[in-house]
């Protein structure tokens, strides 16, 4: 009884909310047939699907303010989804809310060469902004492999990362300035052109938040210049001890390159297999190593990362020879992820970080702990600043294959964590690893999350049910002063 | 009545608080003694002077959350205060509170070469964390002007730049992780070593929050490495339009230089006049430029800028030769905001931030500003990222005048925001400027930050009255979903 209750009164909430969309927004958008609601059910992680109770495509921040209030108004959960190449469930939608999809909000409204920003909306394509800013001789830096795809939107929503952050830094050190839709359906402002705004820094909190605190409309990006010059080293090392080793000098060099990628034999293999990127035969493990920056600076470094890598062992080195070739390089490694495909019917895709100094040592145990459950590990990776994509390679059609894959996937994440690392360093939290939250975080430290997320978000209607392990009402988080200190209740509030 | 009510009631809960800090603390560390707690009652703005009701000097982090849980406890107000050169009234105390100074937390705990890192307390001067470093080096890169005394500890509660962010940034981009000590006396531990961390990015809401979300006692650090080259040069302009061009050329040119410096007229009188750096005579504007980098880009660089300078109009360059030459150059600016007393019994140093771009009118504006109330003003600023530090001159026994140069000062602000800066480049907000805040923003964007300050600390007794122009308790700010939306009240929310 109760169930249905329940049920009528989220159709009552929904039908509300629907009766909004239809008002305001074009027919195409407001998607309430339930084929094609499923094909919104998961994004880049589909081991989760659920279909959303209404789609709505706002063309405008009005559209996307106004649907945020009526959901508001009637209790109704929301999700925003950007080009759903999510690989944490982020995006994942709510069976009683409405998923928010903002491939219509596409527009790249201003290129400021003058003050190297742009200022794009939240469906735009990443490889976009680059090609706005590219006649003008600038570019987006943060390029996760998706980038043909994958929406600023959500790389604000996961702080994505990418191939080139080792020199040039996250999303969040891009974004100056954010639209953002809080949920009760105020716009407000956060950040902005200058380099530093009084009051506290929102944006920050904003960007990596997962959709939980609300949603961005329009965001100003930070451009880099072109460099004068770059140069693409693929180099072949018989083991990964060998090119980590070779990572840790160079950097310890006091270079930083653009870029340093790690992959290892398996790996290796399957983009070979899918894309033939012509990588040295043999090789234990392969480094991309990109410089970049004035000519005279990158030639030096050249010299002495060519050195450094010669004294670690590399046995082969090639020195991309032109655009093409470079382009081919990178192919092998931006592909790697669905080259495994062509290995193996099924595998998990890992994130994890640690410091660049335990890449020996986590890269031999991710080794040990492979031979010893037979289950196999691909390792593509940025080694820079040691952010690890174990691909964890299994066939579902095999009984219990899932469950071990799963069970090394987790412990390579236990790894992470003793090495002073952390569950994930670029794909988000969302739905698939709130659960390993704990492991990082004590339950102050998540109380104290969950106060800025109720501070945003009273009701719980923004995403609900990511990043958090035991999500909570937020009354029932322990306001400060509200519940006595666990030391004052143990009557030792005095001497400590 | 009433009052003394009040009186004895804040009376016993200071009481209490010193009775907790009597047995945990030394001696020393406790100051009650109206005399000496005198010498607090102002940080680097001495303008605002308030005496706090009890002074303490922790030695570690277990004495910092004792003293804010004995706070939390009886509703007493604490501050927390570095050095005390803040220039916004940050560290102003409380008449009813408690200040907790961090001068005994001067303990440098790790310096990391391997991943470039270090861990200091809360009270270590800003240019120790560098002496401690070079040896490895390596430098800490922010530099406020104050750095040879200003804490890290206040540097992270103001976000500090200095001259050398245009290049390397401001704090908030130099600290990877802290300790942090609740407003209920709870330690969390905020960021990480590792380059991204789930969940919400609170380390960078904490950083430049004044002290209102609780106190850091400890901050791990970003360490750079030392360039192989600096050059630094010293160029005269006829005029600060000239100067201002020649930025604006420099950064068009793709080139970032660790930093670009202005000084107008005034301002090179008075540093002359004090330290005798040996300015181009007669100059309308210097600019001190600083190069660093490989020796190869630095040479590069270094040829064209000395080209753009001289397009723009320069009559004398002048390339430090040696490290004492550098000194002096640096001299010269480190002192102008003291220098200027030399010229005028009374300035106020005011700090702005404008686009880059506007700086010619925007300095222009600035003249006739003056000009036309006949208050002189001297420049001196960061021009590479637009903050200004207008000193604004009077003579306190002039009736009147310290009036005109608050009016002037204040207009000042206004042409940053008529030109889409901010109200503060990195002096903060603190008492000092709290009253400009709703210039910059909406009744909603301060709700909502002040919605974040009530979920850390909902009895506002963590450095309250800063910031926010009007303090409200936490009941009072209208939370998400608890008043209805101005334009719901209109009855139009169903169009927008």
Not at 38 to 46: F, I, K, Q, S, V
Not at 122 to 127: A, E, H, K, Q, R
Not at 475 to 479: A, H, L, R, Y
């Given at each position: 009884m109760t169930t249905t209750e329940d049920r009528t009164h989220v159709g009552a909430g929904i039908d509300a909310v629907t009766a909004v969309a239809r008002r305001l927004?074009?027919?195409?958008?407001?998607i309430t047939d339930r084929t094609r609601l499923?094909?919104?059910?998961?994004?880049?992680?589909?081991h989760y699907r659920v279909t959303p109770a209404l789609v709505v495509i706002p063309e405008d921040d009005a559209q996307v303010a106004a649907i945020v209030r009526a959901c508001a108004e009637h209790g109704v959960p929301y999700v925003a989804r950007g080009s759903g190449t999510g690989l944490s469930g982020g995006a994942l939608p709510h069976a009683e809310g409405v998923l928010v999809v903002t491939s219509r909000m596409r527009a790249i409204r201003e290129v400021r060469r003058e003050d190297q920003r742009a200022v794009v909306e939240?469906?735009?394509?990443?490889?976009d902004v680059t090609k706005a800013a590219t006649p003008q001789g600038y570019y987006y830096a943060p390029d996760p492999s998706s980038q043909q795809i994958c929406s600023i939107g959500g790389n604000v929503a996961e702080n994505s990362g990418g191939a080139h952050c080792l020199k040039y830094g996250f999303t969040t050190n891009h974004v100056t300035g954010a639209d953002f839709i809080t949920p009760d359906g105020d716009m407000v402002a956060l950040g902005g052109a200058a380099p530093d705004a009084p009051g506290y820094d929102l944006l920050g909190a904003v960007v990596g938040s997962e959709g939980t605190l609300g949603i961005v409309t329009a965001t100003t990006v930070r451009l880099v210049r072109l460099p004068e010059e770059v140069r693409t080293i693929l180099v072949g090392f018989e083991s990964t001890d060998q090119a980590g080793a070779a990572t840790s000098a160079i950097i310890s060099a006091g270079i930083v390159p653009a870029a340093i990628e790690m992959m290892d034999a398996l790996a290796i293999e399957a983009a070979e297999a899918a894309v033939h990127c012509n990588y040295p035969d043999g090789a234990g493990a392969v480094l991309v190593i990109e410089l970049d920056g004035a000519r005279v600076e990158v030639e030096e470094e050249y010299a002495e990362v060519a050195r450094l890598c010669e004294d670690n062992g590399s046995f082969e080195q090639r020195l991309a020879t032109d655009a093409v070739d470079r382009a081919l390089i990178w192919k092998g490694r931006k592909s790697a992820f669905a080259a495994v495909g062509r290995i193996s019917p099924d595998y998990i895709v890992q994130d994890g970080v640690i410091p660049r100094t335990a890449l020996p040592e986590v890269l031999r145990a991710i080794a040990e702990l492979s031979s010893s459950s037979g289950v196999r590990v691909a390792n593509v990776f940025h080694a820079g600043d040691g952010n690890l994509h174990p691909l964890v390679l299994f066939d579902d059609a095999v009984e219990g294959a899932g469950e071990a894959a799963e069970q090394v996937s987790g412990a390579i994440l236990d790894l992470c964590i003793e090495h002073g690392?952390?569950?994930?360093?670029?794909?988000?939290?969302?739905?698939?690893k709130a659960k390993y939250m704990p492991r990082m975080y004590t339950d102050e430290d998540l109380d104290t999350m969950q106060l800025v997320r109720c501070a945003f978000d009273p009701g719980n209607i923004s995403n609900p049910g990511k990043i958090f392990p035991t999500p909570r009402l937020c009354?029932?988080?322990?306001?400060r002063h509200k519940a006595a200190h666990p030391l004052q209740q143990a009557g030792l509030a005095e001497v400590f």
């Open positions: 927004l074009p027919e195409a958008g407001v499923r094909t919104y059910e998961c994004d880049g992680l589909a939240p469906g735009v394509i990443n490889l690392g952390s569950i994930t360093g670029e794909h988000g939290v969302g739905m698939d009354g029932e988080v322990p306001g």
